[in-house]
């Protein structure tokens, strides 16, 4: 977005009129619904120039049928006399009907467009984070209790699922020791960093760790693949990054509408200009 998006010009994303007439403010503000009108407004006006040629983002005919299709059958509208009545108890114009069926798929379509092309360097760049870790572990906040247990393990005395289920001082103890599979980038970079580093099936002697020793043991490392399920989530994942770079050019007054913290002075700052 070039502009901070203010209330008073709120775009359709076609016209680039505004189309909230000054008095429905207040009905907004009543039913605090300026949060959900500030951010479906963030996303119509970028899907209003993200098209080819800065054009709005749409749907082909045959896609807005089916959409249309879906939208009938999920209102129990199914007749032509029904989808008129409905149309004139919202107010909405046939062309405002076809946006609100279409929308999540031109949603789908500007993240496409905006992202499709560098999910595999976006995967690449960060895979390790996606990669996952099933791994065993015994926590103790004493160091001697630590290589006692790692000897006993080592030397065959007792299973490690076993001294985890009795020694352990986490929710490990609960699952014989197991822990995942998980994925790497969810936990602690240097508690990372050590599966990574440790050869599957080893029993890692014991190393500190916050306050506590602990014994570890990978059992196993699953490699993320970029199919479909994981490109879909990293197109989720820039959209949801890319929204709130757009919250973060919002004004004061409407970052307060949204939750987002900012100083008092600024509020205040902005009320006087």
């Known amino acids: 977005m070039n502009k901070t998006l203010q209330l ?53 005919q045959a896609e807005t049928t089916q959409a249309l299709q879906q939208f009938y059958q999920h209102w129990d509208l199914n007749s032509e006399e029904k989808i008129q009545d409905w149309c004139l108890r919202y107010g909405l114009t046939q062309e405002q009907l076809e946006l609100f069926a279409t929308r999540k798929l031109r949603v789908e379509k500007f993240k496409q467009i905006t992202w499709g092309h560098q999910l595999e360097s976006y995967f690449l760049k960060y895979k390790r984070h996606f990669d996952k870790v099933i791994y065993s572990l015994i926590r103790t906040e004493n160091r001697g209790t630590a290589n006692e247990l790692f000897f006993r393990i080592t030397e065959g005395e007792q299973s490690f699922s076993e001294l985890a289920r009795e020694y352990s001082q986490g929710p490990e103890a609960d699952t014989n020791g197991i822990i995942g599979p998980v994925e790497l980038g969810t936990i602690a970079p240097n508690f990372a960093q050590l599966l990574c580093t440790s050869q599957v099936g080893i029993v890692q002697p014991p190393v500190s760790f916050g306050d506590s020793w602990i014994i570890v043991r990978v059992e196993k490392l699953i490699t993320a693949q970029l199919d479909d399920f994981m490109r879909q989530r990293l197109l989720q994942e820039n959209f949801e990054t890319w929204f709130q770079q757009q919250l973060s050019q919002l004004s004061p007054e409407e970052k307060a509408w949204m939750g987002i913290n900012i100083k008092p002075a600024q509020v205040q700052e902005a009320k006087a200009a």
């Open 8 to 60: 008073g010009d709120v775009y359709d994303g076609r016209s680039g009129s505004a189309i909230l007439p000054p008095e429905i403010i207040p009905f907004l503000v009543s039913y605090n619904l300026i949060p959900q009108l500030l951010s479906q407004s963030i996303i119509e006006l970028a899907m209003s120039t993200t098209g080819y040629a800065n054009a709005p983002i749409t749907c082909t």
